[in-house]
């Protein structure tokens, strides 16, 4: 599970290993991070969205969460919906959860 941290006024992540990565400023709010979980209808297959390629509209996926790509409510469910436009969603059923 990644952990994240807010700094003054800024957004930290891998908080655990003292490399602080600055993602972006956000106000003093508890921010949701959330990955795209994904699992094939035919198979059962399963894991999680890594990245979107937008042009050859289709997602590459992982099965470390880890490697997954994070990403806010709001985001996660727009990603969902495009995925689901580009017919990803034909043979995949898509999860939003909390990373």
Known sequence: MKVYLIIQNAFYKNVESKRFDILFIRRKE?????????????????????????????????????????FTQDTAEKTVNKLIEYGEGENNKFEILEG
Request: aromatic residues 12%.
């Open 30 to 70: 508890a921010i949701h991070i959330m990955v795209i979980k994904w699992t094939n209808l035919s198979s059962n297959e399963s894991g999680y969205v890594r990245s979107i390629d937008y042009k050859n509209r289709h997602f590459n996926n992982t099965f470390d969460i880890n490697e997954a790509k994070t």
